[in-house]
């Protein structure tokens, strides 16, 4: 109850109604295909391949494996052993999801509540992954983006669909939802609540003493929990690499760099500077007496006198100094020596009479000086070129039914093999083994391809060109053989044994509690070096507002009627709990209004996740679903056993 009412007060009813179906519907913008799954026709109305029908629409097999596979990709992102088995647990849930999610379709359709193309393609448009360089949609960053992420335009538009009829659909049976203060009064005064009692801890440690399984003990422990001792699937993976080392003797020819020079010479070439002094006049008389003046000694101000505009201006390019005054001008004075007077040339302005007062010339590389930074250039160009021309070479010997030993022999490539490795890119041999990180990528490939699939030519990070990929050996997940980890075994052994012994004894003394013995005396005739017992008291509230996680025995204080006892397994597998309650103090809110008015705005929430919860499960009964349950359980059992 006080986890339900932290988690509340941290929501908002639309938040939860747009997340409530998200595990098994969004989660389908991330993952990949999987092979479709058949089996024989179990004759309720469906097809073959049809898990649940829900009115014109319907799971089939190959679905629910897609979506099986999406799961474990997300969870390999944490953990790269993972398999199958390790999302077992997920596969009702994801189940539940696709039929939730296909509910709300089937009666979108059932009801003529059609959603526009239009309406769905502005929710495409929003995907990041479909947006080119500038921002905007992308129909090639979005088919793109289908590829990389392994699926379909349909499947992304029955995706989205899904999140619109949810919005449109659920959000306004969930919004407002208003809590009575009658409602909310019980769970306020549940938080004043105060209670006293008693803990005691059996801990594991004190029964390992004189533990020591027999061979044959041993032997049934460990075929018992062959599950326990599980190696994942290990591979030993092929690579040839296409990157700098196969192209470190491709450069540039003399005659290439010639070529490149002379197709750019405009950006070699030298450029200048000029700083002109100039006066503008209206007409040309005045115009060619200040020329006449400049050109006999006088300064270019005291020859335009009070009527020219006279201004000088500095290092100017040409292209810089035509933007100022025509570009009939700027070729006359940058024709002209330092020191030339020019003019009158008519510009934009008027009547131009110009001074050359100095020319600066600035860079400028003839070819043996710019050899070296062309000819480096043009080899970084030339030899990533030739490592694509590579790469085509090997897609295309792949394409045309090449195995991998000969796309890489055509290439001329040298081949690499792992060890046995794990997912992980480790062995379990070489401790000291690991896969370079560059080659992350490659070995995720080569984990998702079938041994007989043809070689996948992968990026290496850090733009170091590709590797090509491929499966050797491939040993099955399978349990390690006892005589390998018969340590490992022997300390779980005696630690399943210990664990037993302390239940036993827990499981005793609650016994004698629940007589009217008291903990701290029970505790005594167990006869086992327990710790003392620990009186625990606290109010709900407190546990209402922990920062953190709140210990098994304090919330078991809780749980209990007044003097009654229980026992709980610690989390950490350490041993047992016995709680014993022994005084309950009921809380009254109605001294409190603002704690009644506060949980009345905290339920708001719940109630609102509930009637879209009542709303989604009126249109599950209208939609008549009809399950295939033998076939469910039979895909649940081949993926979960690796034979999907």
């Given amino acids: 109850m006080l986890t339900f009412f932290r988690r509340a007060s941290n929501s908002t009813a639309g938040r939860w109604v747009m997340a409530a179906l998200g595990f098994g519907i969004l989660a389908g913008f991330a993952y990949g295909d999987l092979a479709n799954v058949g089996s024989g026709n179990m004759g309720f109305g469906t097809s073959a391949s049809t898990l649940v029908k829900i009115g014109d629409q319907e799971i089939t097999e190959r679905e629910m494996s897609e979506a099986m596979q999406r799961r474990l990709g997300e969870v390999r992102r944490q953990n790269a052993e993972a398999d199958y088995a390790t999302i077992a647990g997920d596969f009702d849930a994801i189940l539940d999801a696709l039929i939730d999610q296909r509910t709300l379709l089937a009666f979108a359709n059932k009801y003529d509540f059609h959603l526009s193309k239009r309406l769905v393609d502005a929710e495409i448009a929003q995907i990041p992954g479909a947006k080119g360089l500038n921002g905007q949609f992308s129909q090639q960053a979005y088919q793109g983006w289908l590829a990389q992420q392994r699926i379909t335009d349909s499947q992304v538009r029955e995706i989205i669909a899904s999140g619109l009829l949810q919005r449109l659909l659920l959000v306004p049976v969930a919004t407002n939802a208003r809590v009575s203060v009658g409602m909310a009064t019980p769970y306020a005064s549940m938080l004043l609540e105060s209670r006293e009692g008693e803990a005691a801890a059996v801990p594991m440690e004190v029964f390992r003493a004189g533990l020591k399984p027999t061979d044959a003990q041993l032997q049934q422990f460990y075929t018992a929990n062959r599950a326990r001792y599980m190696i994942p699937e290990q591979r030993v993976l092929r690579f040839a690499r296409i990157g700098p080392e196969q192209v470190a003797n491709v450069s540039a020819s003399d005659q290439e760099v010639m070529a490149y020079y002379n197709a750019n010479k405009a950006a070699y070439a030298a450029s200048e500077q000029r700083t002109v002094s100039q006066a503008v006049v209206q007409d040309q008389a005045s115009a060619n007496a200040i020329a006449a003046k400049v050109k006999g000694g006088a300064t270019m101000a005291a020859a335009a006198g009070a009527n020219a505009a006279v201004t000088t201006v500095k290092d100017q390019s040409r292209e810089d100094y035509a933007g100022t005054v025509g570009d009939k001008v700027a070729a006359a004075v940058f024709s002209a020596p330092s020191g030339a007077v020019v003019g009158p040339v008519q510009g934009e302005f008027g009547w131009v009479v110009a001074k050359v007062d100095s020319v600066k010339t600035i860079g400028g590389k003839s070819l043996d000086q710019a050899k070296a930074e062309i000819a480096a250039k043009l080899n970084v160009d030339k030899r990533k070129s030739t490592i694509e021309d590579i790469v085509d070479k090997v897609q295309n010997a792949v394409d045309e039914g090449g195995n991998f030993a000969e796309a890489a022999g055509q290439a001329k490539l040298s081949v690499t093999s792992t060890p046995l490795i794990t997912a992980a890119g480790t062995s379990r041999v070489d401790a000291s083994y690991k896969t370079p990180a560059e080659l992350a990528a490659a070995v995720k490939t080569g984990f998702e391809i079938a041994p007989n699939d043809p070689p996948e ?59 009217g013995v008291s903990l701290s005396d029970a505790l005594k005739q167990s006869g086992a070096p327990l710790p003392p017992v620990r009186p625990i008291a606290a109010r709900r509230m407190q546990l209402a507002t922990a920062q953190g996680p709140i210990p098994v025995a304090m919330r078991l204080l809780f749980t209990l009627g007044q003097n009654k006892s229980q026992m709980i397994q610690d989390p950490q597998g350490r041993g047992f709990f016995i709680v014993k309650v022994n005084k309950i103090v009921p809380g009254n809110a109605m001294l409190q209004p603002a704690l009644i008015s506060r949980m009345q705005s905290e339920l708001s929430d719940p109630v609102a996740q509930d009637y879209a919860r009542q709303f989604l499960a009126a249109m599950r009964s209208e939609m008549s679903i009809k399950r295939n349950d033998a076939e469910i359980q039979a895909l649940k059992a081949r993926l979960i056993s690796g034979g999907g």
């Fill in 457 to 515: 030519i992968v990026a290496v990070a850090g733009d170091q060109g590709y590797v090509v990929v491929s499966p050797g050996e491939v040993v099955p997940a399978a349990p390690a053989p006892l005589a390998s980890i018969k340590d490992k075994v022997t300390s779980d052994w005696v630690d399943n044994q210990a664990m037993q012994r302390a239940r036993s004894v827990a499981a005793a003394i609650v016994a004698k509690t629940s007589k």
